[in-house]
Nanobody
């Protein structure tokens, strides 16, 4: 089994900062990409940022220059540092981790339970 545990969401004023964490645990052989998605009310889930094992990152245009994704490979953890938050960043944030389980030849995406981020104006 594989579990993803998210933490770090909350309520913050516009211009503030939050840091999200997502730790993967369980029967893990290897981890490929790690990242964050978000879903606002009435909207589709969208990519926020991803990071691969070598450290290359990818960001949505709407968060470039404000958000930073990073990972700790030893702890199987991905982080999202969110600065200069705007009300339009309000959403449920989900981590997504592509994992190869022990004994398996294949990699599958796993999702965290989601954490609410609310930015007040």
């Amino acid at each position: 089994q594989v579990q993803l545990l998210e933490s770090g969401g909350g309520l913050v004023q516009a211009g503030g900062s939050l840091r999200l964490s997502c730790a993967a645990s369980g029967s893990i052989f290897s981890i490929n990409s790690m990242g964050w998605y978000r879903q606002a009310p009435g909207k589709q889930r969208e990519l926020v940022a991803t990071i691969v094992g070598g450290g290359s990152t990818n960001y949505a245009d709407s968060v470039k220059g404000r958000f930073t994704v990073s990972r700790d490979n030893a702890q199987n953890t991905v982080y999202l540092q969110m600065d200069s938050l705007k009300p339009e960043d309000t959403a449920v944030y989900y981590c997504n981790v592509v994992i190869q389980r022990r004994g398996s030849l294949f990699k599958y995406p796993y999702w965290g339970q989601g954490t609410q981020v609310t930015v007040s104006s």
